[in-house]
């Protein structure tokens, strides 16, 4: 059975067309609407890759059925850009500065979840950053510029704000 709803992705409604209300979030997000930001790791919600917020919790949208998140607001690590054309959000800012990105497969997963915890903490200690980050796997990096990464973000967003 298929069927017709909408989903608000990144401060827009998008219509979603002859949609099995099995589909994953992910699968709609990736192949229907187009925000190809969110990766498809392991489907099984491990590896953290498909990470997005919903209503600002973080989650695994490989998990969620995209009928689900109807009336929700979806927050891909497309929208965390600023307005304008070419820039980059602050976590991203400090993924690049600090070499934090290497092949980038988790980069999208990890920079929502680090987003997420700026959000609710902007202090955090590095107990708060590494539970953050714990639902994301990383096989290029190692964690240490990713953790440095955390610290360049949160520093700048305390500043921004002082």
């Not at 607001?73 to 934090?100: H, M």
């Not at 980038?104 to 539970?131: K, N, Q, S």
């Amino acid at each position: 059975m298929t069927e017709m709803y909408v989903l608000r992705v990144n401060g827009e409604e998008h219509a979603v067309a002859d949609a099995w209300l099995g589909e994953s979030l992910l699968f709609v997000l990736r192949e229907r609407l187009g925000f190809a930001g969110a990766k498809s790791g392991c489907e099984q919600g491990e590896c953290g890759s498909c990470s997005v917020l919903v209503d600002g919790t973080l989650v695994c949208a490989c998990l969620v059925l995209s009928a689900a998140a109807v009336g929700t607001e979806i927050t891909t690590v497309e929208g965390l850009q600023p307005k304008e054309r070419g820039e980059v959000s602050d976590v991203q800012r400090a993924f690049v500065e600090t070499g934090a990105v290497q092949c980038g497969f988790c980069t999208p997963g990890l920079i929502m979840a680090v987003h997420a915890l700026l959000d609710r903490e902007p202090a955090p200690d590095d107990l708060a950053v590494r539970e953050a980050i714990s639902g994301n796997l990383c096989r290029c990096t190692g964690y240490g510029r990713i953790l440095e990464a955390v610290d360049v973000a949160a520093s700048a967003r305390r500043g921004a704000g002082a």
